[in-house]
């Protein structure tokens, strides 16, 4: 099947956690635009969960400054609300494995070394500014809603990725917020009865910046997939 030239196949295929953007402006229009196509996401009768959080400028700029304060204070950060478990509690194979690699790969792109940890927080420093993009967007949900409703809330985020990327944009999902989410709740000022989902960086990517190299392996529709036979006497 040859599908190079689909949009929505592009959109798809080059999609990815862009880790470095550029310092472009991006629409206010474009911004609510591409919620819109997002919103067409399905939902469990419609109920449509989401709630997005827009920052850009001045509000951008103050609360990365919150939050660069609060990752460099331990005692800070120990403070934090404990976050939903994005993990599992114990990782095994295969998962462990993929996990290690991506990490493995983006730290040898940036030459930091598997005992620098110095250099290793400071990269991971690098979530709470949205890896300097223009925008940053976070996703809350009310907590009484229930796992079918987070599953939603999935198709929804994927569905604001490739609209992004039909516009010639990037982002960054960042399941690293959550360990700050005290300091996202304060200033965003949420109510008890919301939980933050994630955040994202949206922009432009800084195709110079060797961190953006980083392209993660996708194992084949072939060895996750099963075609179903029949079964004799059904």
């Known amino acids: 099947m040859n599908s190079i030239n689909h949009p929505v196949d592009q959109a798809l295929k080059t999609r990815r956690s862009v880790r470095a953007f550029l310092p472009k402006d991006v629409p206010d229009e474009l911004v609510l635009h591409l919620l819109e196509l997002a919103a067409r996401a399905p939902s469990g009768t419609n109920t449509q969960p989401w709630q997005v959080h827009v920052l850009k400028g001045e509000a951008l700029a103050q609360l990365v400054q919150r939050a660069q304060a609060c990752f460099n204070d331990p005692q800070a950060m120990a403070a934090q609300p404990a976050p939903y478990d994005y993990y599992p509690k114990k990782w095994v194979s295969p998962y462990l494995d993929r996990r290690r690699k991506v990490g493995f790969d ?17 990269q991971h420093a690098r979530n709470y500014c949205f890896f300097d993009a223009p925008v940053g967007l976070f996703f809350t949900i009310d907590n009484m809603l229930s796992q079918g409703s987070w599953l939603d809330y999935g198709m929804f985020l994927q ?56 392209v993660t392996e996708r194992v084949p529709a072939s060895e996750f997939a099963r075609f179903v036979p029949a079964r004799a006497g059904a």
């Open 106 to 122: 983006l730290y040898a792109l940036l030459g930091i070394g598997k005992a620098d940890k110095e250099a290793m927080h400071r």
């Open 159 to 214: 569905s604001l990725m490739i609209a992004a990327r039909g516009h010639g944009l990037d982002t960054c999902p960042q399941a690293a917020w959550l360990s700050l989410q005290g300091v996202v709740a304060d200033f965003l000022g949420l109510e008890d009865s919301k939980a933050l989902v994630c955040g994202m960086a949206l922009g432009y990517a800084d195709e110079a910046a060797i961190e953006n190299r980083l």
